[in-house]
């Protein structure tokens, strides 16, 4: 049999490519209040004058898309006043470091070799691209994971980036984006050059909306008249309780795949059903992905801990990591590397340690898994495959 019995005859698709989480569309609903503020904030980069600027909000109330509707707009603004800008994405998920940021930078100007240069010298030559009078907006998203790995010192050197090049053309400015309020993990020295009122913060959409924004990419992505009323509102009622529009899009874009599945004519309730089933809010199977063989271990046994309960102790997961390490017949890491691994789970987002009142007068570090909205079995089953136990 050949695979091309397998495609469907027909599809529900007019663009998938709308159903992208990098797509931003030409219209953001129900943001007008956000692209108001952030334009105003950068009015004086029309003058040459940087400008810096934090974004936060919960998962899915479209930071990110806010970001880029902003400066493609702006920079079509810019071109129409004879001033030249340039924007540069940069997820720190990905790339946690000053050399790995600024490498990402270099190379959206043109090609830069990988080759252990220091911060300094790709400074001097991101530089020399700005010198031809073009301002930089980089845009950090997901700044935290950047900010407690590597610390602020890219923020400090980008936000004083002029200082001993006061007669340099082109400038930088930038937009650090995270679901956290990030101004504790920045030195006062780089936060300074943030304005107290240079923020822009997003609250989950209402219901209403979430159904707004569904209808929005059906329009875009779907063929007219292929997903059914009751699906958009299906997929608005699920995604509406927490708010995220990327959940709702995720969603829509799971239950098209498997109309095509059934026969590519249109999404019902049904599809949106099983759409609902396969896939959770915020698990990351990226981040997963990139954790080391032990730190994958030790998340499992703070899984293994959390099956019944909301928190767990170091105490309590260091045992279990040493069983499972056992199981697999790995040498089990000291208590120093075990807290390390912690902090670096801490860091990915897949858990949270906070210190709290242990026995009597002491303390002791307290732990909950962040993927709130997976079921801790289907993490653990999730694991249990990745180490082959």
């Not at 969603?251 to 949106?272: F, I, N």
Request: glycine share 8%; net charge negative.
């Amino acid at each position: 049999m050949s695979i091309d019995e397998f495609l469907p005859t027909h599809s529900v698709f007019q663009d998938y490519d709308k159903l992208s989480f990098d797509y931003v569309p030409d219209e953001l609903v129900h943001r007008e209040d956000a692209q108001r503020r952030l334009t105003t904030l950068f009015v004086p980069l029309l003058k040459g004058r940087p400008q810096n600027v934090i974004i936060t909000g919960p998962i899915g109330s479209g930071k990110t898309a806010l970001a880029v509707w902003f400066c493609r707009e702006f920079q079509r603004l810019a071109a129409d006043r004879g001033r030249t800008i340039r924007y540069v994405l940069v997820n720190c998920r990905r790339r946690r470091t000053p050399a790995a940021i600024m490498l990402a930078v270099l190379n959206d100007f043109s090609f830069f070799p990988d080759r252990g240069f220091s911060l300094s010298e790709m400074l001097d030559a991101l530089q020399k691209h700005l010198e031809k009078g073009i301002d930089l907006i980089l845009v950090l998203d997901e700044a935290d994971f950047m900010l407690r790995k590597s610390g602020s010192e890219l923020v400090y050197l980008l936000t004083r980036f002029h200082d001993e090049r006061q007669d340099a053309r082109g400038s930088i400015s930038l937009i650090l984006i995270s679901q956290q309020q990030i101004q504790t993990m920045i030195e006062p020295a780089a936060l300074s050059t943030f304005r107290r009122g240079n923020r822009v913060h997003l609250e989950h959409y209402p219901r209403d909306v979430i159904r707004a924004i569904v209808e929005q990419r059906v329009g875009l992505a779907f063929n007219p008249g292929t997903v059914m009323p009751d699906a958009i509102d299906l997929i608005a009622d699920i995604a509406g309780e927490k708010g995220d529009a990327r959940y709702a899009i995720e969603m829509l874009e799971k239950a098209g795949l498997l109309g095509d599945e059934r026969g590519g004519e249109r999404v019902t309730v049904e599809e949106v059903r099983a759409a609902k089933a396969m896939i959770y809010p915020v698990f990351d199977e990226e981040t997963l992905g990139e954790l080391e063989r032990h730190q994958k271990v030790l998340l499992l046994a703070i899984a293994m801990a959390l099956r019944e309960t909301a928190y767990t102790t170091t105490g309590e997961i260091e045992g279990t990591y040493r069983q499972i390490c056992e199981e697999l017949g790995d040498d089990p890491r000291g208590h120093t590397q075990v807290w390390k691994y912690i902090r670096d789970l801490d860091a990915h987002g897949l858990i949270e340690a906070q210190v709290g009142p242990g026995e009597g007068k002491g303390r002791t570090t307290l732990i909950r898994l962040s993927i709130q909205d997976m079921p801790v079995a289907l993490l653990i089953d999730r694991l249990r495959a990745d180490l082959g136990i």
